[in-house]
Every structure is written in structure tokens, then in C-alpha cells.
């Protein structure tokens, strides 16, 4: 059983930025991937994710805005998002893979204001 607890969440204008957090605990193993994901209009979108090593990867929509990051130590992986744009209003979901297994989190709000 793996928890995560996601903060960092809020209101800014478009253009500005936010930094989400998530740590997760509970049956951690080394070996895992975290990231984030929201509600596209249809389906779900990965927003980013990243390894137990430090492998990246983002939607096409965030490249060169969003950086994803990890401390592996205290279990928590973070999203800075710079330039925000009102397209980037949703609510945000911490992802935690362990295969074959998923666990998501409560999410946080990010609105974006134009």
C-alpha cells in the first residue's frame, strides 16, 4: 500500500509559476516511477513522470515550461511549472508505478488565470 500527499497546488496568472509536491509512504521500493497527470478534455494526460534514476519524460503541451525532479531520500518528486498558461488549469495527480501496480493521489487544484 503506497500513500502519496500532494501540496503546492493555488491560483496564479497565466504566465506565472507553481511548484507542486508529493511524497509518498507506505510500501516504497527503490525501484519506481513518479509523475503527474490531469485531466485532459477525453482522457488522461501524463504531464510528466520520472525514474527511480532521474529518467524524464513530458507531454509534448509542458516541454521546456514544467521540470520534473525527484528526491529519492525523502520520497518525493516535484513539479515546477513556469508560464503558466489558463490551458493549464486542472487538477493535478501525483503517480506512483511500481509494475504492476499504480497508486495515484488526492490531487491538487492549479487554476490559472488569464
Known amino acids: 500500500q503506497v500513500q502519496l500527499v500532494e501540496s503546492g497546488g493555488g491560483l496564479v496568472q497565466a504566465g506565472g509559476s507553481l511548484r507542486l509536491s508529493c511524497t509518498a509512504s507506505?510500501?516504497?521500493?527503490?525501484?519506481?516511477?513518479m509523475g503527474w497527470y490531469r485531466q485532459a478534455p477525453g482522457k488522461h494526460e501524463l504531464v510528466a513522470t520520472i525514474t527511480s534514476d532521474g529518467t524524464t519524460n513530458y507531454a509534448d503541451s509542458v516541454k521546456g515550461r514544467f521540470t520534473i525532479s525527484r528526491d529519492n531520500a525523502k520520497n518525493t518528486v516535484y513539479l515546477q511549472m513556469n508560464s503558466l498558461k489558463p490551458e493549464d488549469t486542472n487538477v493535478y495527480y501525483c503517480?506512483?508505478?511500481?509494475?504492476?501496480?499504480?497508486?495515484w493521489g488526492q490531487g491538487t487544484q492549479v487554476t490559472v488565470s488569464s
Open positions: 503517480l506512483f508505478t511500481r509494475l504492476p501496480y499504480n497508486y
Open positions: 507506505g510500501s516504497i521500493f527503490s525501484i519506481n516511477r
